[in-house]
């Protein structure tokens, strides 16, 4: 496994990050979890030492992601961000959609033929060619619905029966 220079720099100067605002990016491959104008949510990356550190990921996601990925980030429910780290798919970066991974899709009978997780590849979308190209695509959403105007305008109203429980 060589990871590649451009993420391994990246870990060096800012290690874990995560964000605050809802982050967007346009995979080359959208994936099912993919908005309908084709953007992806991305909470952020894991860093070397902290509890989301990538050694741990790396062990976690072992035999659940094709041998030569390596997660570095994640996206909402439980989704994953891998970067290529040997053969073909070295250096570039792959959204791994856990709703479709091989082992619960074995357990249901829908998968036959296949039980080498390096030949799975169903669950598995390009984002981009290499790490820069990724961080170049992201953005802060614009739809946030934090940063909206009339959010003071905004009411819940809620029965008082909903609370007698």
């Not at 491959?29 to 104008?37: K, Q, W």
């Not at 250096?91 to 033929?113: C, P, Q, S, T």
């Amino acid at each position: 496994m060589i990871i590649p220079d451009d993420y391994k720099q990246f870990l060096r100067w800012y290690g874990e990050t995560f964000f605050e605002k809802n982050i967007i990016f346009k995979p080359l491959e959208p994936p099912p979890t993919a908005t309908e104008d084709g953007n992806q949510y991305f909470d952020g990356f894991y860093g070397l030492m902290s509890e989301n550190n990538i050694n741990q990921q790396i062990d976690d996601y072992k035999n659940r992601i094709p041998g030569n990925l390596i997660p570095v980030g994640e996206c909402p429910g439980g989704n994953l961000i891998c970067i290529g780290v040997n053969g073909t798919s070295y250096g570039k970066i792959y959204f791994w959609n856990h709703e479709n991974e091989l082992e619960a899709r074995l357990m249901i009978g829908d998968v036959a033929g296949v039980e080498n997780i390096d030949l799975y590849w169903d669950n598995i979308y390009l984002v981009s060619e290499t790490f820069v190209d990724f961080l170049n695509t992201l953005e802060i959403d614009n739809n946030d619905f934090e940063e909206d105007e009339n959010m003071d305008e905004i009411e819940l109203w809620l029965d008082d029966d909903l609370l007698d429980d």
